[in-house]
């Protein structure tokens, strides 16, 4: 596995842990605040991951593609990633 996977895994695990501590926030009826607070920074974490996998995807998947003569493809992803980030 690539060492960055292997970092992806790794903040995708304290997302999970993040995540079930927000689950905990709600049952103990935590103050409002607190738990956007919370969701903030998990959306704001995953928003990091997505970021690197698509660096990852642009830098290598697609410039790979456009060089084995696959633009169209490579076209084709880059704009249905962009149509995504902008949801």
């Known amino acids: ?9 790794r903040r995708l695990k304290i997302i999970e842990g993040q995540v079930r501590g927000l689950q905990g926030m709600i049952e103990k009826e935590t103050y409002c605040i607190d738990v956007i607070t919370q969701t903030s920074a998990i959306k704001q974490a995953l928003s ?8 990852e995807h ?11 003569g696959k633009a169209a493809k490579a076209t084709e992803e880059i704009l249905r990633v962009y149509q995504l980030k902008r949801k």
């Open 58 to 68: 642009l830098s290598n998947c697609v410039v790979n593609q456009i060089k084995v």
């Open 1 to 9: 596995m690539k060492e960055s996977h292997k970092k992806l895994i």
């Open 48 to 55: 990091n991951i997505e970021d690197v996998l698509l660096e």
